[in-house]
């Protein structure tokens, strides 16, 4: 299964960007499914996770409240609806994925993703 990232693009500050992440085929193969971000200069770190058939998301705290992800059984696609977007939210957006059953204190963890997308710029400006 391969993972196709889109959506990216240049946004004012406060605007709205939805990103996609499309499966080549059946994302019921990899029960967990999360964006990271790596901005110029700094380490990819988490942005959210979610689980294809049941359970919370999770968020990082630097985007809770102000993004969500969700997912799209029938399109085998993941979305992260981005809101009030900031200029620290600048970066390259991927999208990984899992094919391991993991629980939800490990979301969060990269080491746990085994697959993962092409990365969509996100660039915010002020």
């Known amino acids: 299964v391969q993972l196709q990232a889109s959506g990216g693009g240049m946004v004012q500050e406060g605007g709205s960007l939805t990103l996609s992440c499309a499966a080549s085929?059946?994302?019921?193969?990899?029960?967990?499914v999360a964006w990271y971000r790596q901005a110029p200069g700094k380490q990819r770190e988490f942005v959210a996770a979610i689980r294809w058939s049941f359970g919370s998301p999770s968020y990082s705290d630097s985007v809770r409240g102000r993004f969500t992800i969700s997912r799209d059984n029938a399109k085998n696609t993941v979305y992260l609806q981005m809101n009030r977007l900031r200029p620290e939210d600048t970066a390259v957006y991927y999208c990984a994925a899992t094919q391991r059953q993991i629980i939800y204190s490990q979301y969060s963890s990269e080491a746990e993703y085994d697959k993962w997308g092409q990365g969509t710029q996100v660039t915010v400006s002020s």
């Open positions: 085929g059946s994302m019921h193969s990899l029960p967990t």
